[in-house]
């Protein structure tokens, strides 16, 4: 799909609705063109800064009137090229649409606007003894974080942002407003719109305001790392903590060569071996017998001692290994760009998937890291290729198709978290099949004939414009 669409038209008309927040510098427009992907920098042609809906639907409208693509921007953390405007365009970012519009602690739900990001909201609700409990390990928009169905540290106890949106307000690709969902936890009303635009990635629809489930703060929160000798008993240990049911809060596993990047890039000087970090929430009674029955487990597979935390500022010190891991890895190689991707498999076989990875990547002369939500079956490889290098771009996206299959191929997915973007549009149409896919394709045709919402993203359209 080829845009020939007057731009300096649709910029006039922006500006006589929004002004000075229509921006076509370089400056602004570079930042976003990029993520933190390894694919080439898309610049739009401008970029939008609404305050409220009803702004998002004039810019929307505008756009659709001259068929000028439309790209939704929220915080840029994402991995697959979510957010890059591949043919142009007009970038709508939402992060000053950024207020919390209603908590109602009793009811344990929130409204806040998209451009919100995770920190600020958990620090406004922390006021009230609660918090939101999807963790991606960024700091992202909440818009974004249900853009890509994101999940994360503590999925394995809260689940993901599908478990945890109860309703959106959507701005349509021909600027019309929807509500889907309400403040009820149960519903048998009808089609579930709401979970039709939790990682439809922007493809769909401008998510522009969100319900959300909150919890109360725990009475007690307490984490603990312990390494292992390999990582094969690592694993093999998190899984037996799941099979058992123990509902461990946080259940990671890093690789002995990312905790040497994370050791380096933050000062750190934690033991440089397979590792696995915990986090248990509940009242001190309930903690004590999840570290007891964790402890009992850890030790049949050679774990060493567990290092504790049970106040906020020795938690975050352990966690922030955990939550250093990208850019640790990015540091190890001066100059890198990262492929990073993550694949997400029944726990049973999650040992089985990790140790042929391993081993995949030993033929690597680059550095790659492997973590993981082990506690889910989700893990996360990070390689470091040269960005100028077209050898190494070549044998990470052929690493990332291996992986792919090895996955699929044991009943998992393409993706547990990252989402489809451009990396993993292929990947997609091999795990649905042929009549999910036109089906997809139907659901776009509908909610977006002229095909101008985040174009490129999730389903094949023909070959990507040269950069």
């Known amino acids: 799909m080829t845009m020939t669409a007057p731009i300096a038209s649709v910029i006039d008309d922006l500006r006589a609705l929004l002004g000075d927040r229509v921006v076509t510098n370089d400056a602004v427009r570079g930042q976003h063109g990029h993520d933190e992907s390894s694919f080439p920098d898309r610049l739009p042609d401008a970029v939008v800064f609404p305050v409220e ?3 998002v639907a004039q810019v929307v409208r505008i756009c659709a009137r001259h068929g000028v ?3 939704p921007f929220g915080a840029g953390t994402s991995v697959e090229g979510h957010v890059l405007p591949t043919r142009g365009g007009v970038t709508v970012d939402l992060s000053r649409m950024d207020r919390v519009l209603e908590v109602h602690a009793d009811d344990l739900d929130v409204r806040v606007q998209p451009g919100i990001r995770r920190v600020a909201l958990n ?3 922390a006021r009230y003894g609660l918090f939101f409990s999807v963790d991606p390990g960024a700091d992202a928009s909440l818009g974004g974080m249900a853009s890509t169905g994101a999940s994360g540290t503590t999925t394995v106890r809260y689940g993901t942002m599908r478990d945890n949106v109860l309703a959106l307000e ?6 019309e407003v929807v509500r889907t969902g309400t403040r009820a936890r149960k519903s048998s009303a009808g089609y579930d719109l709401t979970h039709l635009f939790i990682g439809a990635e922007g493809t769909l629809g401008i998510i522009t ?3 959300l489930k909150v919890r109360g703060i725990p009475e007690q929160i307490a984490a603990a790392v312990c390494v292992f000798p390999s990582m094969a008993a690592g694993v093999e240990a998190a899984i037996s903590i799941v099979q058992q049911g123990i509902p461990v809060a946080r259940c990671e596993f890093i690789d002995a060569l990312t905790m040497t990047m994370i050791n380096r890039h933050a000062g750190l000087d934690g033991p440089e071996a397979p590792t696995l970090f915990f986090e248990f929430h509940g009242s001190p009674a309930a903690v004590a017998d999840q570290a007891e029955a964790v402890r009992a487990i850890v030790d049949a597979y050679g774990a060493g001692e567990f290092q504790w935390a049970t106040t906020t500022e020795a938690r975050n010190r352990l966690w922030r290994a955990r939550h250093q891991l990208y850019f640790a890895a990015i540091r190890s190689r001066p100059g890198s760009r990262a492929i990073a991707t993550d694949v997400c498999v029944p726990v049973s076989r999650l040992a089985e998937c990790v140790d042929a990875t391993a081993a995949d990547l030993e033929a690597f002369g680059f550095p790659v890291a492997i973590a993981g939500h082990v506690g889910d079956g989700n893990f996360h490889t990070v390689l470091l290729i040269d960005p100028d290098n077209p050898d190494d771009r070549a044998r990470g996206r052929e690493f990332t198709n291996r992986l792919t299959l090895r996955a699929l191929e044991m009943g998992g997915t393409c993706t547990g978290e990252h989402g489809i973007g451009i ?3 292929e990947a997609l149409e091999r795990e649905a099949g042929p ?7 139907a659901i776009k045709q509908a909610f977006d004939p002229q095909g101008l919402l985040n174009p490129d993203k999730v389903l094949i359209n023909g070959p990507l414009p040269e950069a």
């Open 209 to 211: 305001e969100l319900t």
């Open 435 to 441: 009549a999910a896919i036109a089906l997809m394709r």
């Open 53 to 55: 809906t009803a702004e």
């Open 423 to 425: 990396g993993k549009r």
């Open 170 to 175: 959507v701005v349509l690709a021909n600027g």
């Open 69 to 71: 693509p439309i790209v």
């Open 123 to 125: 620090e406004h609700l």
